[in-house]
């Protein structure tokens, strides 16, 4: 009964340590990196994509909630692709207002957000932003967060 134990412990360390090499960790050979953001999304060059945003729910006088944005842009022209890139702070900024006017102005608590309606801020903010159309706002993700209490 006493060899079992060394027998065991050697398939356990062989079981955890096939994967490994399979995928050449243990060979030297470098590791896969994980996906990108764009590389999940979508492999088309002109698609920018944007970080998450939020904007809090704001209804008298109090926060009922927070809604979280998802989304990236397509921009087919190289060169306004570019300038989209040098100015990212600002398209940033300017998108996080249009997010937040939408949550203060439009939107209301307990309701489903209007994806075409913050699109439509959005790609307005977007345009001016950049002074030329040619850049189309992509949602990928809208979330409302409800305020427990």
């Known amino acids: 009964m006493r060899f079992r134990a060394p027998i065991l412990a ?4 062989a079981t955890l340590a096939g ?3 399979a995928s050449g960790a243990g060979s030297g050979a470098s590791a896969q990196q994980p996906a990108t953001r764009q590389d999940r999304l ?3 060059e002109s698609y920018v994509p944007v970080p998450t945003l939020s904007a809090g729910v704001l209804q008298r006088m109090s926060t009922q909630g927070t809604l979280v944005v998802d989304m990236g842009l397509d ?8 300038r989209a890139r040098l100015n990212g702070p600002r398209l940033r900024d300017t998108l996080r207002s249009a997010l937040a006017t939408y949550a203060s102005t439009y939107y209301r608590d307990r309701t489903a957000p209007d994806p075409d309606e913050l699109t439509r801020l959005m790609q307005q903010a977007v345009d001016r932003t950049l002074g030329a159309g040619g850049a ?10 409800r305020r427990q209490g």
């Open 10 to 13: 050697a398939l356990m360390l």
């Open 19 to 21: 994967p490994a090499m």
């Open 42 to 44: 979508t492999s088309a």
């Open 136 to 145: 189309r706002v992509l949602m990928v993700n809208i979330i409302y967060q």
């Open 75 to 82: 921009i087919p022209d190289e060169e306004l692709r570019l």
